[in-house]
């Protein structure tokens, strides 16, 4: 991405938002309230009017539909999560289906709970397990090129924050992640890149880790009052460390 820019309503809300997602693993998107995340990955989808450049897999996208883009392998985990409450689990997930061998063997091994619960109404399901159809509407689509979660983990408790980082880990083991999030300790799990937004505008980028181990860099560009944040923990359950399958298999179809 490379000076995007976006206006809404009159008001400039990107000034010029540079920024690389690696090729493989978690590129964090970081930035305090309002610095413009959400913005910058609705710009990337088409769905804030944009300028500037994006390219996704050498092809310029800017000028191009959501739905071009999700055609081409952009899966989107929203910050409300865009669960369709009156229909079951199940139902949600059909309707993401877009591969002809939908992934639900891996959606079902990372998120047991959404088996369980596959004819319950999504809108009784606690946040945490609508976060898990949200995540599981992506992971099933092994042809994604790319997988853009807007805070996945906000207001989760700890138990199911370790299940959506357990489930990115794995997702991020074949296809590149791009991730907003404001749990530093999940960012330092997961992410070997970042950047960083202030104000609409890139700010910072490099080593995730780098910047968190700079107390005063993290102070400046996060307004985190102490190196790590004042996220909890994220504890490792070891289910990406115990030799499961990747995703996606490498059976599967390009
Ligand atoms: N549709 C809109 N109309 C007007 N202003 C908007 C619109 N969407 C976002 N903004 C404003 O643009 C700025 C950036 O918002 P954005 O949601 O991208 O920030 P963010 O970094 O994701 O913040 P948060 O961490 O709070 O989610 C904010 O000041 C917000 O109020």
Same mark, same amino acid.
């Given at each position: 991405?490379?000076?995007?820019? !976006?206006?809404?309503?009159?008001?400039?809300?990107?000034?010029?938002?540079?920024?690389? !997602?690696?090729?493989?693993?978690?590129?964090?998107?970081?930035?305090?309230?309002?610095?413009?995340?959400?913005?910058?990955?609705?710009?990337?989808?088409?769905?804030?009017?944009?300028?500037?450049?994006?390219?996704?897999?050498?092809?310029?996208?800017?000028?191009?539909?959501?739905?071009?883009?999700?055609?081409?392998?952009?899966?989107?985990?929203?910050?409300?999560?865009?669960?369709?409450?009156?229909?079951?689990?199940?139902?949600?997930?059909?309707?993401?289906?877009?591969?002809?061998?939908?992934?639900?063997?891996?959606?079902?091994?990372?998120?047991?709970?959404?088996?369980?619960?596959?004819?319950?109404?999504?809108?009784?399901?606690?946040?945490?397990?609508?976060?898990?159809?949200?995540?599981?509407?992506?992971?099933?689509?092994?042809?994604?090129?790319?997988?853009?979660?807007?805070?996945?983990?906000?207001?989760?408790?700890?138990?199911?924050?370790?299940? !959506?980082?357990?489930?990115?880990? *794995?997702?991020?083991?074949?296809?590149?992640?791009?991730?907003?999030?404001?749990?530093?300790?999940?960012?330092?799990?997961?992410?070997?890149?970042?950047?960083?937004?202030?104000?609409?505008?890139?700010?910072?980028?490099?080593?995730?880790?780098?910047?968190?181990?700079?107390?005063?860099?993290?102070?400046?560009?996060?307004?985190?009052?102490?190196?790590?944040?004042?996220?909890?923990?994220?504890?490792?359950?070891?289910?990406?460390?115990?030799?499961?399958? *990747?995703?996606?298999?490498?059976?599967?179809?390009?």
């Amino acid at each position: 991405m490379r000076q995007l820019k !976006v206006v809404i309503g009159g008001r400039h809300i990107l000034h010029g938002v540079d920024l690389d !997602v690696a090729a493989s693993g978690v590129t964090a998107l970081l930035g305090r309230n309002g610095a413009g995340k959400t913005t910058t990955v609705r710009g990337i989808l088409g769905l804030v009017p944009r300028t500037g450049s994006v390219r996704f897999e050498d092809a310029e996208t800017v000028g191009l539909s959501t739905h071009q883009l999700v055609r081409r392998g952009i899966g989107y985990v929203p910050e409300d999560r865009g669960i369709f409450a009156a229909l079951t689990v199940a139902e949600n997930l059909r309707l993401a289906e877009r591969d002809p061998d939908p992934a639900y063997d891996l959606v079902h091994e990372l998120f047991p709970e959404l088996k369980e619960r596959a004819r319950q109404a999504a809108g009784t399901l606690s946040g945490g397990q609508q976060q898990m159809v949200a995540i599981g509407r992506v992971l099933l689509n092994r042809s994604n090129r790319l997988i853009i979660a807007d805070e996945p983990t906000k207001g989760l408790a700890p138990r199911i924050v370790t299940e !959506v980082a357990v489930a990115l880990e *794995r997702a991020a083991q074949a296809v590149p992640v791009l991730l907003v999030e404001q749990n530093l300790a999940l960012v330092r799990r997961l992410a070997g890149h970042c950047v960083v937004l202030a104000d609409g505008r890139t700010a910072h980028a490099g080593p995730a880790a780098d910047l968190l181990a700079d107390a005063e860099a993290s102070r400046a560009l996060l307004g985190v009052g102490r190196r790590g944040g004042d996220s909890p923990p994220v504890r490792t359950t070891g289910a990406t460390e115990e030799g499961g399958r *990747r995703w996606p298999p490498s059976s599967c179809s390009p």
